[in-house]
């Protein structure tokens, strides 16, 4: 997880990172692993993600999203018919990303998490 990311979305929202995590009945010893590079589980980034309204890519730092409701129509962000939320840049799209969007609109938002988080990984491993 983002830490820095997961801190300002806190911070949009009025909390902290420790108050966010007490309030979710997660271990301080998770926070400070998260704060060290480590990342929660889906589980537990989809209820960070569901508290802090905003999306696990916003949590993992995939996607510079909207962090309140003023923000969205200026952020262009489409919603999916899951009630998931994603960024469209017209000059980004083409027909693979448009398959893409498609098969996610069909996932549950715990799906698209787990799907996300694995692509995340996927990335950082092999980018080095």
């Not at 300002?8 to 301080?28: D, V």
């Amino acid at each position: 997880m983002d830490y820095t990311q997961f801190e300002k979305l806190c911070e949009c929202n009025g909390t902290t990172p420790t108050a966010l995590s007490k309030k979710l009945g997660i271990s301080k010893g998770n926070t400070t692993n998260w704060k060290n590079g480590g990342n929660p589980s889906v589980e537990i980034l989809c209820k960070i993600a569901d508290e802090l309204n905003c999306t696990t890519d916003t949590l993992l730092g995939r996607k510079n999203t909207a962090t309140n409701v003023n923000n969205f129509v200026a952020n262009n962000i489409t919603y999916g018919k899951n009630s998931g939320a994603y960024v469209i840049n017209e000059n980004h799209i083409n027909e693979t990303n448009i398959e893409i969007l498609e098969i996610l609109e069909d996932l549950s938002l715990k799906e698209r998490s787990e799907l996300i988080v694995m692509i995340f990984q996927f990335y950082e491993e092999h980018k080095k």
